[in-house]
């Protein structure tokens, strides 16, 4: 069975004040699978998941979502299969249980229906004994947590990942990535993993891409992306060198 | 019939008076809220919708000058307002045929033009005062750019009932607008402002006083209730 | 399987309601069926309360409700002239003139009449107390440039001190250091006089109406009652006059015309004389039917 191709990229530049920061002649993302994208800062990463989320446009070139050939166009109801974990999530100046049935209440549906689903995501987050606590008062690591839960709830086709465990603690890390690899085993979800953790990507990534420059280093299968890399950059960056 | 610096007394006569239910007094205050309230709805039916599309609309041209016409909106001299409205409903002017000088609508027209401003500038203002990021974090979660400006109005809900209450303050306490278009006929368009102003004219100095803490009392009350409305969410909710 | 399901927000709800409400009422006016005269008058016939005493008969009589704007007299001719009002009662002789010469007004008569008086300081600076003629006093206070409040506002009255000031052989004074024009209504220029030490004339309804101690002010030309009172250029004659109909079609001619008729009428009359004897001893007002005390 061929591989099914959730994001097609062509050509895609992106232009900030006369500045290429994201050229990417050639990327397929595949359905159901991780895609861990490294990079040192400023090379693009979350320029390219704010590409892939439909929040910008580029400014040549085209991004294909499955059989669609304008991500821009989409219709409503299959943009939103696309959704974004931000690295600081601005949580609203609500309850926690508001804020996780935030994304099925902008979907139309009522507080009560929502309520098991969000109550289950709490959960399985250990934020249960926070549902009724005002969200702006949690601390880093909950407020994360409760950014993974209102993007889950309403079971996205598409999670795109932006440094989600960046400044946590290591308890607070293997919550959620745990709760990330629970999820794609229950069903097909396409992940992109923006991270500057190499052993993060190592642990949870089919494949890896290096971002630098905003230009594309190398792309492919985890093992071999760590392992036999193609390009001396890789393998400097992945042993924690400096790389420009 | 009596003398300044009654003002002890002003507040006894405030409660008998009250208590009396003087249906003339009734007929004020109920006078009272209607312009007031009346103008407050159409302020903010207006108002609101166009200062969240400004405050959330960063890279408007000209915002600059928008900015100032708006500025200058929310300092307006009432009795200019009140001027400028006289003129257009007098029949001799281009509105006349309306006949709605020396009445409620005249009225509430003038209120609403000096509150609009107010509404749609300290909106503005509170939407401005909201993180950016929060914007493209809800597109992300799927919410349509009318779902953004309504969740980020609740966000700044204390800054947007501030733009509320101020504008209901502005309007409940004018009196040069109202007494010109208005014309404080009694039982038609005489309101609290324009019977202080009656009752010091006639020298009725703690009548007036009355009068005075009886709106003081009024725009208390709805501040009170436009705060407790802001705070409301804020704390968990009881089951 | 999600059921969706519109969300609800009964605060809002609620709120938006009672806005609403509100505007509807406000916008759907306050017929109470009767027809609506408008009345453009001075502030002393309903600041003194007379209005409020004998309007109620009118109402009765006619079926018709009286909406009173009470404001300065210039204002109240303004009103007549550009058609938003039915009918006037004023007290500006010349200008009363000159508004009917100009075809805004059917005809005028006579009402009622009361008096102007110079008060001042009881310590009487420029020596005027008991002078019969309002003319010479003016002159003899802007000889001692004794501090002088003039209403300065364009009313009946500030009319009649311009007058005054032509009939001393003064061009009306510019805003000397003594002479004061203060823009505000009777009770607000008496208050000022209290406080600043000053002359000025107030019409005898106001005086006694405000009669708080007015900071020592005492009426030093124009006597104690109206009878007492022996210069014949005080004498402030109210005249009424409906508003020609022909301005729009809004304006009641009819019904203008009526009340020209009732408020002259004996028995009008005959309350106009009896308001306020019980309050201040002295009538407030005399009607012009009546015989009066000088002509
Ligand atoms: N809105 C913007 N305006 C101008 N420059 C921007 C904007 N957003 C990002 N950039 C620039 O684009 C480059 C890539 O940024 P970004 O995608 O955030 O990098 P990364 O996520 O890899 O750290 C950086 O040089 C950054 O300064
Ligand atoms: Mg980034």
Known sequence: ?244 | MDTPGTLGAALLDAVILLASGDAALLAVLGRTLEVSLAALGIATAVGLPTGAVLGLARGLPARGTVRALIYTGMGLPPVVVGLFVYLLLSRAGPLGDLGWLFSVKAMVLAQTILSVPLVVGLTMAALEGVDPELGPQLAALGATPVQVARTTLREARSGVLAAIAAAFGAAISEVGAVMLVGGNIEGQTRVLTTAILLETRRGQFSLACALGLLLLALTFTLNFVLLRAGERRTLPRAD | MIRHQRPTYPCWLLAGGVLLGAAACALAGDHDGRPVLRLATTTSTYDSGLLGAILPAFEKESGARVDVIAVGTGQALALGAAGDADVLLVHARDKEDAFLAAGHGTDRREVMYNDFIIVGPGDDPAGIRGMSSASSALAQIAKREAIFASRGDDSGTHSKELALWKAAGHAPPSNAGWYRSLGQGMGATLRYAGEARAYTLTDRGTWLSQREPLGGLEILVGGASMAENHDPSLINRYGVIPVNPLKNKAIRGKLAAHFARWITSPPTQAAIGAFGRDRFGQPLFLPALAPRAHD
Not at chain 1, 30 to 53: D, Q
Not at chain 1, 81 to 99: G, K
Not at chain 1, 177 to 189: F, G, K
Not at chain 1, 195 to 222: I, M, P, S, Y
Request: hydrophobic share 45%; aromatic share 4%; net charge positive.
């Open chain 1, 1 to 244: 069975m061929p591989t099914e191709i959730e994001f097609a990229l062509e050509d895609v530049r992106r232009v900030y004040a006369g500045r290429t920061v994201l050229d990417i002649p050639a990327l397929e993302i595949r359905r159901g699978e991780l895609l861990a994208l490294v990079g040192p800062s400023g090379s693009g990463k979350s320029t390219l998941l704010r590409l892939l989320n439909g929040l910008e446009k580029p400014d040549t070139g085209r991004i294909g979502f499955r059989q669609q050939p304008d991500l821009g166009a989409l219709p409503l109801a299959t943009r939103r299969q696309i959704t974004t974990v931000f690295q600081h999530p601005r949580l609203l100046d609500r309850s926690v249980e508001e804020n996780v049935a935030l994304g099925l209440r902008i979907r139309g549906v009522g507080r009560a229906t929502a309520r098991p689903r969000v109550r289950e995501l709490l959960d399985e987050l250990g934020l249960a004994a926070h549902a009724r606590a005002p969200a702006p008062r949690l601390s880093a690591g909950e407020r994360q947590r409760v950014a993974l839960a209102r993007s889950l709830a309403f079971d996205p086709a598409v999670l795109l990942l932006d440094e989600p465990t960046a400044n946590l603690d290591p308890h607070n890390v293997s919550l959620l990535e745990e709760r990330i690899r629970r999820e794609r085993a229950r069903r097909p979800l396409t992940v992109v993993l923006v991270t500057h953790n190499v052993f993060q990507a190592r642990r949870l990534a089919d494949r890896c891409a290096l971002l630098l420059g905003g230009k594309l280093v190398e792309v492919g299968e985890t093992q071999r992306f760590f392992e036999t890399p193609l390009d001396a950059r890789v393998t400097a960056f992945v042993r924690g060198e400096m790389v420009w």
